[in-house]
């Protein structure tokens, strides 16, 4: 974290390759508003070190691009019938920040790398963008949605980011 003085009214943020700086009028020396992103960082960074950790751990599956589409409308099928949704659209495809998607419209989007999850993780992904189609943020109601069929929906949230890690590492996309 760098602190600059500069002749501005406000102080200001700027990230400058991966740094974050602060920018303060001339005659500051400190703003509340720095120790809040302080520590936000702090709990950014921890929480990508226990990632990186864990992803030492996980191993990954391998399925060609054919399993993964049955296994998604496979999926798909089962929870929409369950929980009475209409898909319209399901799309695979690289995505560049996500594991998937879901439009307005009813289309689900999925990520490729989806190829190498494990199952309970696989199954939960479809299902966290399907009942996204009942809620479409992540509410209270949304994650009791969700705690339904996967209890331990925030262990898998950990591990699907330590999976994200573990992929991008070994240039798998
Ligand atoms: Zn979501």
Redesign the pocket.
């Known amino acids: 974290m760098k602190v600059e003085n500069r002749d501005i009214k406000y102080p200001r943020i700027e990230l400058r390759t991966g740094q974050l700086h602060f920018i303060l009028p001339m005659n500051m020396q400190y703003h509340p508003i720095m120790d809040k992103y302080e520590y936000w960082i702090t709990e950014k960074k921890n929480e990508i070190n226990k990632a990186l950790k864990h992803a030492e751990k996980l191993k990954l599956h391998s399925r060609n691009q054919e399993e993964v589409k049955v296994l998604i409308n496979k999926l798909i099928d089962e929870y929409s019938s369950e929980y009475s949704i209409v898909v319209n659209r399901i799309v695979l495809r690289k995505l560049i920040s996500k594991w998937g998607s879901c439009s307005s419209q009813g289309s689900l989007t999925f990520n490729k790398m989806l190829t190498y999850l494990r199952d309970h993780h696989f199954r939960y992904v479809v299902f966290?963008?399907l009942i996204?189609l009942i809620e479409r943020k992540?509410t209270h109601k949304?994650w009791s949605l969700i705690s339904e069929k996967f209890p331990d929906y925030k262990e898998i949230e950990n591990e699907l980011l330590s999976y994200w890690f573990l992929i991008n590492k070994k240039g798998k996309r």
């Open positions: 966290h963008e996204h992540h949304y």
